[in-house]
């Protein structure tokens, strides 16, 4: 599976962005899908987490709360709404694709993702 992110730009602290993760070659549905980020001199850290259906969902502490992972398997898409940004959530935004259960596995660690996509820049201004 293909995986493009994108919806990434500048924005003020306090504002919201949308992004937006299209797959194609495979339907997602078959898929765990998660979102990572990569700050400048960071290792890539975990965001959140969604199950194949979209019943479940799983995120770090960070951004519990402020940040929503949904899914529409239908479109072949995953998305993350991010809310009340701040500067430490400026990154490179990447989807993944999860071949692993939702249960028995360690949603949040990239190697039990199999699929990624190129990453979209988020920027946020204080």
């Known amino acids: 599976v293909q995986l493009q992110a994108s919806g990434g730009g500048l924005v003020q602290a306090g504002g919201s962005l949308r992004l937006s993760c299209a797959a194609s070659?495979?339907?997602?549905?078959?898929?765990?899908m998660g979102w990572f980020r990569q700050a400048p001199g960071n290792e890539r850290e975990f965001v959140a987490a969604i199950s194949r259906s979209g019943g479940y969902t799983y995120y770090a502490e960070s951004v519990k709360g402020r940040f929503t992972i949904s899914r529409d398997n239908a479109k072949n898409r995953v998305y993350l709404q991010m809310n009340s940004l701040n500067p430490e959530d400026t990154a490179v935004y990447y989807c993944?694709?999860?071949?692993?259960?939702?249960?028995?596995?360690?949603?949040?660690?990239?190697?039990?993702?199999?699929?990624w996509g190129q990453g979209t820049l988020v920027t946020v201004s204080s």
């Open positions: 993944a694709a999860s071949q692993s259960s939702w249960y028995g596995n360690d949603r949040s660690a990239a190697y039990n993702y199999h699929y």
């Open positions: 070659g495979r339907t997602i549905s078959s898929y765990t």
